[in-house]
């Protein structure tokens, strides 16, 4: 069964996102990550103690490459490695105090921006933006 699809909608859609996440972007804190260092860094924070392999299949990237992006976030003193309890091949990688001010403070930054542009928005349009959170967290969740 061929589901029906709304060609039209999937791109405005995809423009409007892409065009909202690149404006999100420009509201970072002055960091010298990079948007991957970044999003690990945040995938370190969100799962806890995690593998680097973990780690790399979280953010759909090669092990090695994700080696990488761990040792520069090491290196800056935003992550740490510590022995796995249980597999003495493995480690685990942890936010450090460092890292986590950092990600709160590029949070601060990015929501404020947003938060303000919000609260100009007529009430209704707040109210179907709530709406359509479910709905994208949906999407994305396919």
Same mark, same amino acid.
């Given at each position: 069964? %061929?589901?029906?699809?709304?060609?039209?909608?999937?791109?405005?859609?995809?423009?409007?996102?892409?065009?909202?996440?690149?404006?999100?972007?420009?509201?970072?804190?002055?960091?010298?990550? %990079?948007?991957? &260092?970044? *999003?690990?860094?945040?995938?370190?924070?969100?799962?806890?103690?995690?593998?680097?392999?973990? /780690?790399?299949?979280?953010?759909?990237?090669?092990?090695?490459?994700?080696?990488?992006?761990?040792?520069? /976030? &090491?290196?800056?003193?935003?992550? @740490?490695?510590?022995?796995?309890?249980?597999?003495?091949?493995?480690?685990?990688?942890?936010? %450090?105090?460092?890292?986590?001010?950092?990600?709160?403070?590029? $949070?601060? $930054?990015?929501?404020?921006?947003?938060? &303000?542009?919000?609260? @100009?928005?007529?009430?209704?349009?707040?109210?179907? /933006?709530?709406?359509?959170?479910?709905?994208?967290? $949906? /999407? *994305? @969740?396919?």
């Amino acid at each position: 069964m %061929t589901l029906p699809t709304d060609p039209a909608l999937a791109s405005a859609l995809r423009l409007s996102v892409m065009r909202l996440a690149r404006r999100m972007r420009a509201e970072r804190s002055d960091s010298a990550l %990079t948007l991957t &260092q970044l *999003a690990a860094l945040a995938s370190v924070e969100r799962l806890g103690p995690v593998t680097p392999g973990e /780690l790399a299949e979280a953010e759909r990237v090669q092990p090695p490459s994700m080696t990488r992006v761990v040792a520069s /976030l &090491q290196d800056a003193g935003l992550v @740490a490695r510590a022995p796995h309890p249980t597999d003495g091949r493995q480690v685990l990688l942890s936010v %450090t105090p460092a890292g986590a001010a950092l990600l709160r403070e590029d $949070r601060r $930054r990015r929501e404020a921006w947003l938060a &303000q542009r919000l609260a @100009a928005l007529p009430a209704d349009d707040r109210d179907l /933006l709530r709406d359509a959170v479910e709905v994208l967290d $949906r /999407l *994305a @969740a396919q």
